[in-house]
């Protein structure tokens, strides 16, 4: 039997998100290089590469080493660097990766240099550009900040180009709103690019993204790449701010009913936030999902069916508040899927994925996903 | 050097807690059987249970697999039972395992009573009691319903005791109110025990427990043991409720500077959601920690810093709203400990603890822990 809590990933789903991603970019006539930091599985990465270029994004040195030890050399480690990840960074580009990494601050810049320069070794390196006040980076207008980053890099250091993503198209509430977030991205980072060049530096990449933003834009001239890491799973805060269908989430967390109660008008599952994540990133979206919709086992949402709320091992399941609709029949031991809020959150919580076969009802087949630093 | 981020453990203070919690059952008379879901670690669970008797409370039964694995034989599931874990049930009492668990619905009775009628087998059993309305149970007054199923269970079934978890307790603002769920607790388990007996069930296991109200009871007359988890590591929803300081907390997570930005007032690290958790627990208290409390590497706060925001590898470190406070010093490569909202959530997002050596501020070993169901 189905052992639960379980995630489960629709790879009919993922292929078809991948697609779609995939003719959004080479629209543009740019490389799509996937986040793997959603996934952590090589075989979904297999899936979002295809028959296109190599080339990902990862979140932690962990991801560089494995993605590595696979075969996929070119790789942008797209947090800020800091001084003690650098061994690993050499070593891993000792054993063959083409491994680039970022920085938004002179004081980081030095270290770098100096670390190369002990080394005599080079880097190559992209300055995080901040296109949207969300999080790091340097504004594309602060002129003096870019140059003096780059001027600290100095003769050792490698300055390959500039990185943003547009995090704050998250709050995205509109086409409108996520067409601005891409031109603000796209702006933003061609802009620090021509700065740099103005002050006499080769700029060869111009890195921008995010799963919404590539998705939407209307104009990538002077970009040669694109960033995005949900698009292959997607989840309900994308549907939220209209990027995707609920119909179109490739995961969920398969999960049995453990008692029925319907005089507290909810039924408990044996998933909680160990296997949904404490993420609740729609709770600020005009429909807030709870901690996911519930849906039968093959995906069909129940009319106004959430998570509620959620403890380690418990989720308490019942209606959306306001909701008209009626609890639905289920009975212990039934099996529900949950459709996360934050598809990176909710794989996080699991060592891999079982494969649903929606044709029979099954898991027909495993992908490991790995985890930690 | 020290990678970030890491979970680190400070074994002298987990040493320290463990010791007030076994003084406080003790002076009850009563067992206590410690809740191995927070640190889901053997190294940690022998310091829980000293030279006591080797009982614990799990939450998977992959946690069952595995203590067992290391010669831990009584335990109790204490998540309501579903009829597809009944088979993995039955293997862990062959292979050894006191395993009982837990149930509160005439559905999951009768589920239980044919397979264990099925299977020529017994297994103990404990019906769950809702003390306090928080999640699931079967009110103390429910008499009737109490009675149904006990006799549903048949004759197949070892009706072994009530089992009762005050989680509202973590809602409790004051010592009088950790008192009342304290005793809300015992008086609701203690009832149904004794209804169960009126109705001729020989009753041997009444079992309460919370970290909040296993510490501030004031009678436990009638339970024969108390389960508890968090209290080995406690955390920031603890010391919010009173039930411990922030210099007891004994794990942290160690983080390195990514950037220093006077100008928007905020500091970057390298442990966002994924190093911390995505839990909120302050969200609702009086004093909101936000993402956590940051400390230097051993532990002292800074004044009114936290993690305002975390994205999946950054965190965004600022001084709590309306603080006077300064932006303290801090330089990119620097260490800062962040102290975790729930330990609980924080601990199952790493594959291990770091033991941190208070003296010589470096990291002395590694405790592995488990993930999964």
């Known amino acids: 039997m189905i052992q639960t809590p379980t995630l489960i990933l629709d790879t009919e789903k993922l292929r078809a998100n991948a697609a779609r991603m995939q ?25 979002l590469l295809g028959d296109g270029p190599a080339a990902i994004t990862v979140s932690t040195l ?22 003690n990840k650098l061994d690993r960074i ?6 063959g990766a083409d491994l680039k990494i970022i920085l938004d601050n002179v004081e980081a810049a030095k270290a770098v240099a100096s670390a190369c320069a002990a080394r005599g070794a080079s880097l ?34 490698e300055l390959k180009g500039v990185l943003t993503h547009a995090g704050g198209s998250y709050a995205a509430r509109s086409e409108a709103d996520l067409r ?25 990449m111009v890195s921008v993204g995010s799963t919404p933003t590539a ?15 949900v698009y292959g799973f997607f989840d309900l805060v994308m549907a939220g ?30 998933a909680g936030w160990m296997a949904l994540s404490r993420d609740r990133g729609t709770a600020s979206h005009p429909v807030d999902q709870g901690y996911g919709l519930v849906c039968t ?29 009626p609890l639905p029949p289920l009975h212990v031991g039934d099996l529900v899927r949950i459709l996360p809020n934050h598809a990176c959150a909710t794989a996080a919580q699991h060592a891999g994925y079982d494969l649903w076969d929606a044709a029979s009802g099954t898991i027909q087949g495993h992908w490991p996903r790995i985890q930690g630093w």
Do not use: M, W
Not at 27 to 42: A, D, E, F, G, Q
Not at 90 to 95: E, G, M, S, V
Not at 253 to 259: G, Q
């Open 297 to 325: 086992p093959d995906g069909q949402p129940y009319p106004d069916l959430l998570v509620l709320s959620a403890n380690q091992e418990h989720g308490v399941v019942g209606l959306r508040p306001g909701s008209g609709a």
């Open 62 to 83: 962990r991801e560089a080493e494995f993605f590595l030890s696979h075969g996929i050399r070119d790789q942008i480690y797209a947090v800020g660097i800091t001084p």
């Open 215 to 229: 998705l939407f834009t209307e104009d990538l001239s002077g970009v040669t790449e694109v960033r995005a890491g």
């Open 90 to 95: 050499f070593a891993l580009r000792d054993q």
């Open 124 to 157: 190559p390196v992209l300055i995080e550009i901040d296109s949207d006040g969300h999080r790091g980076g340097v504004r594309p207008d602060q002129v003096v900040e870019l140059t003096a980053i780059a001027v600290s890099l100095g003769r050792h250091v």
């Open 180 to 204: 601005r977030y891409a031109r603000l991205e796209r702006d933003g980072a061609v802009a620090a690019a021509n700065h740099l060049r103005d002050a006499g530096y080769r700029i060869d």
């Open 241 to 270: 701010i209209g990027v995707c269908d609920t119909s179109e989430i490739a995961i969920g967390v398969l999960a049995s009913v453990i008692a029925v109660q319907p005089d507290k008008g909810q039924i408990l599952i044996d």
């Open 23 to 47: 003719t959004a970019t080479d629209r543009h006539r740019v490389l799509l290089r996937p986040h793997v930091k959603t996934s952590k599985s090589i075989d979904v990465a297999r899936v």
